[in-house]
């Protein structure tokens, strides 16, 4: 185990600087102090969101349990808890490289550690609280973000099965595609050459997945192969997006012949088809994606969000087309 709470000179030193920042410039204003008691989850990580400022009773429960975990230096997923909370507190306090290390650690102690059966009772749903505060730091530092997420597939891909690790799986797989559009947000886009990497190792644990039926695994399959593709179109590799969105419809095609239509997974990847196509300048191609879009949406029934923005965000695409015609 790397051990970041093992009692080393550094970790110590790292602990009583946080410690000293956090009381120290925190409550210099005794205004700043808040008297409302934090959120717990059902993995029992504190939440510290809204930008509210740690209580001083906060401060000194939070270090009692990391203190305890750094005398009794319990395996990585006994403490996962604990560091959520503390990356958490550092991610409020603007301590992005300390956050970092910490995220480091915790995902090798993860790789390191050895299961046992009562682990999923002690992680229980820290795969989503993880998820979130992935999330959270993808403005601040989407590095850390990317560790965190990490973190949170050794969890899923351990600890869960079935359909519920499906859609964990594609839970871990949309938050990547925001890091995606953040990195190409700051022309980063080639850093994020290693992370479709990481794509395939999603993509590769739910193919190990054995206790649903084939038409399921083909849809779940699809829906991660759609953020992959989302991933490549938002950083502009856009000739890899159109195979994957090829891919994931030729699944859906194999697995449910023409009933594939009734599939909401399947018009979001035409659309994505299009758009790909669309800034590849594939303008014919990126036409006819966009139609076979629309007519799965006015399709499908079984939708989430307001079928008729979806349309009319299909529409527009395809009037752009048009103009782009008319104007070469």
């Given amino acids: 185990m790397s051990g970041y709470f ?50 001083s009773q906060e401060s000194i429960q939070l270090q009692s349990l990391v ?13 996962i808890n604990h560091v959520i909370n503390l990356v958490r507190c550092l991610f409020e306090t603007d301590q ?40 959270d730091f993808i403005g601040k530092d989407y590095k850390c973000s990317i560790l965190l997420l990490r973190c949170a597939f050794k ?72 953020p992959k593709a989302l991933c490549f179109h938002k950083t502009s590799f856009n000739s890899q997006s159109i195979e994957d969105n090829k891919q994931a419809i030729f699944l859906m095609k194999a697995a449910f012949g023409d009933d594939a239509k009734f599939y909401l997974v399947v018009g979001h990847c035409y659309h994505n088809l299009g758009a790909a196509y669309e800034a590849d300048k594939q303008l014919m191609e ?12 006015e399709t499908v029934t079984d939708w ?6 979806i349309i009319d965000l299909t529409d527009n695409s395809l009037k752009r087309i048009s103009d782009q015609y008319h104007n070469s």
Avoid at 96 to 102: D, I, L, P, R
Wanted: glycine share 4%; aromatic share 8%; hydrophobic share 35%.
């Fill in 6 to 55: 093992s009692k080393t000179d550094s970790n110590i030193i790292l602990w009583t600087q946080f410690m000293s920042c956090l009381l120290g410039g925190i409550f210099s204003n005794i205004d700043d102090i808040t008297k409302e008691q934090p959120t717990t989850s059902s993995t029992g990580a504190v939440r510290f969101g809204g930008g509210r400022k740690l209580t």
């Fill in 67 to 79: 203190e305890q975990d750094m005398k009794e230096k319990v395996e990585g997923y006994h403490k």
């Fill in 96 to 135: 992005m490289e300390e956050a970092k290390e910490f995220c480091k650690d915790l995902q090798s102690d993860l790789n390191s550690a050895n299961f046992s059966s009562a682990a999923k009772d002690i992680c229980n749903n820290c795969d989503v609280e993880l998820l979130q505060l992935a999330e």
């Fill in 155 to 226: 969890v899923i891909a351990t600890l869960h099965s079935g359909e519920q690790k499906f859609d964990k799986l594609q839970n871990t797989a949309y938050c990547l595609t925001k890091i995606a559009e953040e990195m190409s947000r700051q022309n980063n886009r080639n850093e994020f050459k290693s992370q479709f990497r990481f794509m395939d190792e999603i993509i590769d644990d739910m193919l190990r997945v054995t206790e649903v039926d084939l038409k399921t695994k083909c849809e779940k399959l699809a829906w991660c192969l759609f």
């Fill in 286 to 297: 990126a036409e006819t994606a966009y139609l076979q879009a629309k007519h799965v949406y």
């Fill in 304 to 309: 989430n969000d307001d079928k008729q923005s």
